[in-house]
């Protein structure tokens, strides 16, 4: 049967919002940071350092709105016996989500906090301040790489599980395994991989626009199931 209802209506809306939260956020953002936080960003967020943090936290709130987006996708359909693929799937990619989202709360934190601790001091005291915080820099790029990885085995399993059944659309199922397979390959087999990922966050955000259009406007099939 086809489900359209006040469950898909709200789980349409959260994938809509979390592509507008995710990709506003960054596309209005005055300054982006790399891969890792480096000395000369602190000159360009204090430029506009109230409008940076703004857009950072949209930006974050757009990672937390996709994991409730996906929490409500899986709630829908918490049915045998599609449930063992999607399920985990699902969990898999709001693992990943919320992993990325730790990891910009990261320079969320530093960038803002770094324009304080640097202002005025000299060249030199700057490398102190970024020596001080090098591990903790290393550290959150794998959380980034970790949760791009997360993410994409569970949008590999949520899509094959989306197509199998065809609960949506089996084309954006598709869609939904490959960008998975996308990211981890990208992650997992490219040693630089940092520069050749950044349009995969775009593709990310218009998968997720093309799944609250198709939700509001088709609903989500649930075929007939077994009894739990």
């Not at 350092?49 to 709105?65: E, K, L, N």
């Not at 989500?97 to 709360?105: G, K």
């Not at 090098?134 to 399993?157: A, D, K």
């Amino acid at each position: 049967m086809m489900k359209k209802d006040f469950e898909t209506k709200f789980t349409g809306w959260a994938f809509l919002i979390a592509a507008l939260f995710l990709w506003g956020g960054w596309a209005l953002s005055p300054h982006h940071i790399g891969e890792y936080i480096v000395a000369s960003d602190f000159a360009p967020i204090g430029e506009q350092v109230w409008t940076w943090i703004w857009m950072f936290r949209i930006h974050i709130f757009g990672w937390v709105i996709m994991a409730i987006a996906i929490f409500a996708l899986m709630a829908i359909t918490f049915e045998k016996p599609y449930r063992v693929v999607i399920v985990p799937g699902a969990g898999m990619v709001i693992a990943g989500t919320m992993t990325l989202a730790i990891a910009s709360a990261f320079y969320y934190n530093f960038g803002a906090w770094g324009v304080g601790q640097t202002a005025g001091m000299s060249a030199a005291e700057i490398d102190v301040f970024m020596n001080d915080i090098l591990y903790t820099n290393q550290y959150v790029t794998c959380f980034v790489r970790f949760g791009r990885v997360f993410s994409g085995v569970g949008l590999v399993l949520l899509g094959l599980g989306l197509v199998k059944w065809k609960i949506i659309n089996v084309w954006l199922g598709w869609f939904t395994a490959l960008l998975g397979l996308a990211a981890m390959g990208i992650v997992m087999g490219i040693p630089e991989h940092y520069e050749i990922y950044k349009p995969v966050f775009h593709v990310k955000v218009l998968w997720l626009l093309l799944m609250g259009i198709y939700i509001l406007k088709q609903g989500i099939h649930l075929p007939k199931t077994i009894s739990k």
